[in-house]
């Protein structure tokens, strides 16, 4: 329960950006510049879902993987050039990150209708969300007006980003950093209801005979993922209802069947009792999802001046 935990103080820098992007930011921002802009981008998104089912996972994660890197500015889907270091070359991004097409995709139907009106952050945050509906997830209200990054930053990818190892504390550090407390973290980490994961990221988990892990989960995974070779054979994090949004991903966790290494430590320490919670109430664990999805996508948004509104979203205009 979050009343057993002390919440992180949030450093100043952090809570001044929170006010100035709720003062700027707005559900109805483009509610006079381009009304269809919201309806343009969730029936994008849901072709793009109903194509590959997969993809809704992608979205969101692409938008995580965003909003942890100099905030939602939509620097992550920045090309390589002469004098930008991308983020998709990032470790925890290269031959991983994906949907990068499914959201220029959706850019150029707005673009169609508003030139030069809906930054590209918008785009991603907003399809994020419709992700998570088109699958049977939580709804939420979207606050717009951000605007783009002309710059990315490859190195803050490489170290802000939580990875697949990490124990607890360094999890609940990273997500403190950005002004998301543990139950966000938690909640968040929810997400792993949906996708899949690479073999080389849960191999040193499934062969390690470990207590943290049920032995015939282990089995059935290692059928998939050969001690050598095979690292990039791809694995459901959510070995039950993989292309669904619902629980049993921390069900999975109470029972010792989480795929990755952070997914399992949620088990542990201060955060075992939110796992336990969210695993026998699903109605709790959306909400809480939906709640910190919102914090997240106004992690420092790049606003007015400081930023541009991309008309392609991997490149400057």
Known sequence: MISRFVIPIISLAVVLSIISSEAQLSTTFYGATCPNAPTIIRNSIRRAISAER????????????DCFVQGCDASILLDETSTIQSEKSARPNA???RGYEVIEAAKREVERACPGVVSCADVLTLAARDASVAVGGPSWSVKLGRRDSTTANQAMANTDLPSPFSGLQVLIDAFDKKGLNARDMVALSGAHTLGQSQCFLFRGRIYSNGTDI?????????????QTGGDSNLAALDLVTPNSFDNNYFRNLVQRKGLLQSDQVLFTGSTASIVSQYSGNPRTFAADFATAMIKM????????????????CSAIN
């Not at 089995?219 to 050969?226: A, I, K, V, W």
């Not at 996508?297 to 392609?312: F, Y």
């Open 54 to 65: 997969r993809m809704a996972a992608s979205l969101i994660r692409l938008h995580f993987h």
């Open 95 to 97: 031959n991983s990150v």
């Open 214 to 226: 049920d032995a015939g989960f282990a089995s059935t995974r290692r059928r998939g993922c050969p």
């Open 297 to 312: 996508s106004e992690i420092e948004p790049t606003l007015r001046q400081n930023g541009i509104i991309r008309r392609v």
